[in-house]
């Protein structure tokens, strides 16, 4: 099940979720995104398969109004490329829109463009590890113009014309891409991609590919790719607008039921698991680290616990245990950085578990050092990570995370009716990535709340212990400074025994608003009147503060603040410059009045209430 934060638990939980469970179904009756899962299907979706394999999904949808979103998902990315071929997955995305068999040499911006979409913003593609997806937003649709789309898209998928020539004129664009894709950022990215998914495909597989395979590519080597991933049983078309999804499902049918392929599917290939290195401790399995030296970034540390990454069957009891990974990750990350305001070396930290490309199953922990003392950053976040691994947090910590959760998940049930088609066809893509369903927002908001009784002291710490536990640990420290630390250094910081932090834990008075000063007598209304326009009207009071109010029923219950004063950046003199950025990040996290970051956020808790400061260009 999707949910838009990270969220197994005990079987017996799941009798908590019977009343939500549909009907059973024959097998053939249920939705293909549904099979082996127990969460409930979104209604407002129809699924539909083809004879060859071909699986489609349609819903209405009128955010844009008149906008049809259609997105053609290819289950083949970088990890599917054989050795020779790599950055063949990306260079199919740009040859599939130069050529095919509906679309002339050239003709795409001009055809798309007589549509209505322009290319590049409302027609893309995007190549990723795993995937590749075609992306089509048409504005305006009409029948005709949905028609001759599908029959492009069609094309385009099935058909596309890889000649000598237009692979000569598609390599030297990918070869600039990877060029301009450059710098210290990509430099870190790459090495952490090598570093800790070293052993595995994930490291030597990059989407953009290497310039040797490409300028090595023929019209035989990429049509062969081509026709090994490009198969029917591959592909997911997504369609999203509109107000009849029947008859997008019609020309889906119409325009991919003839496409037919010989021989037999090739299985999905093997990603590989993260192996322990030999005779490693298994209670903290350090592996390989690295140090990089990149004067163009601040210093960062990032480590890695790693495990592997197995195919889930998405059940209600295994989104219970996602649920409890969440707060147990809120809640550490929550006591990270009230040390890190408390005066701890480290500037930021966090901990994040994340399912890499179907390669890993990690957790992630960051570590921004105040200073050059990046062992002591390192330590101090260690610190506080080995206490949550040995105490239950408190029933007021986990009801705090609980209640900035359920609000999370509040604001899709209000909002559904306002999200774009472009969203709902995107989430729809990123579950069949990660291997996951969607579920209605009413359906998620649901379980969760059903969930509650689970999220106790010593569930948290149980998955708090799984979330660090792994078959590896990597590192990776950026550093400005040439000579500051070295790969010995810190193999021997991650391999030290972190010494848990007691002083981690919260220890919580009682806060509330009416311990701020009290407001002062109401101001006088000395003007009051109608603008004219959408119902927003203009007060100005006695002290000769003007302001704009706007009711609307969007989103119900919800009341947005925004002062506006002063003169923006035209108020700062070149001495007062670096009081911009600082404004930015210390005016909200000092507090008010008498309250601090820390009793701001406990105020929060449970709240739709945020709190902002921002320099524009005139205030």
Known sequence: MLFKKPLAARLAAA?????????ALAAKDVPWLYRNSDVPPDPDWSFGELDTGLRYAVRANGVPPGQVSIRIRVDAGSLYERTGEEGYAHLLEHLLFRQSKYLADGAAIATWQRLGASFGSDTNAETSTT???????LPDATQAS???????????????????????????????????RGGAAKRVQEAMRQSFYEGQPLAERSPIGTVESLRAATPQSVRAFHSRWYRPRNIVVVAVGGDDPEALEALIRKWFAGWRVSGADTPAPSFGDPQRPAGADPANPVGSVKVMVEPDLPRGITYAVLRPWRQIND???YNQGLMIDALAQAILNRRLESRARAGASYLFAQAAQADVSRSVDATFV???PLTEDWQGAQRDVRAVIADALIHPPSNEEIEREAAELDVAFQVPVE????????????????ALDIREAVAAPEDVLRIYRSSMPLFTPDAVLRHTRQLFSGEVIRALYV???????SEEQLRAAMLATA?????????????????????GAPGRVAQFDQIGVLDIAQLELGNGVKAMLWPVKEEPGRVTVKVRFGNGYRGFTPDDAPYIALGRTALVGSGVATLGQDELDRIATGRKLGFEFEVEDAA
């Open 315 to 317: 059940t209600i009891v």
């Open 499 to 519: 010494q848990p932090d007691p002083e981690a834990r919260p220890i919580s008075a009682p806060i509330a608003f009416d311990q701020l000063p009290a407001l």
């Open 415 to 430: 909002q559904q009716r306002l999200l774009p088609g472009s969203k709902l066809a995107d989430d729809l893509v990123n």
């Open 366 to 368: 960051s570590v921004t």
């Open 131 to 137: 995937h590749t997806v075609y992306k089509l937003d």
């Open 479 to 485: 550093t400005p400074k040439a000579g500051e630390a």
């Open 15 to 23: 009798c908590v979720f019977l009343s939500f469970v549909p009907p």
């Open 146 to 180: 949905l028609d001759k789309s599908f029959m492009l898209l069609s094309g385009m998928i099935a058909a596309p014309t890889l000649s000598q020539a237009n692979l000569a004129a598609d390599v030297p664009i990918v070869l600039a891409e990877m060029r301009e």
